[in-house]
């Protein structure tokens, strides 16, 4: 191949691999508050889209769905909870479908969804939007 050849073919490679995936796309809504501001007060959040990341240390089928403990770990590049950051304290996902297990290989979340109220003195999160992530 012609180093010519080669170069637009590299160009062309780099140019596709720089335009995002469908997922990457959509736009993810910012929090209005950290978490240590939700954990406070999550009545003054009621309503509020957020974005939590950490890891399950807890599920159960509810009447509704499933209800999961999550462990909060700050959220890093690609939406993925830093495994190894310190944790705000615990917060609940009520996920609106039943999930079967749960992987060990994959226990770390990133959920997107609205601030519904308390489960157990933390904050509830209804999920909209959850995203699994092994770390493996």
Known sequence: MKQSG??????????L??????????QVPQSQASFAQLRENPDAYLGATVVLGGQIVRWRP????????VLQRPLG????????A?????FWVRYPEQLGPLSLLAPYITVIGEVVGTEQGSP?????????????
């Open 6 to 15: 080669a170069i637009g073919w590299l160009t062309g490679v780099l140019f």
């Open 17 to 26: 691999v720089s335009f995002p995936s469908q997922g990457w796309t959509e």
């Open 62 to 69: 509810a009447p509704q769905g499933s209800l999961l403990q």
């Open 77 to 84: 590049r690609g939406l993925r909870p830093e495994r190894l």
């Open 86 to 90: 310190f944790s705000g304290g615990w």
């Open 124 to 136: 509830l999160i209804l999920a909209q939007e959850v995203f699994l992530f092994s770390f493996w």
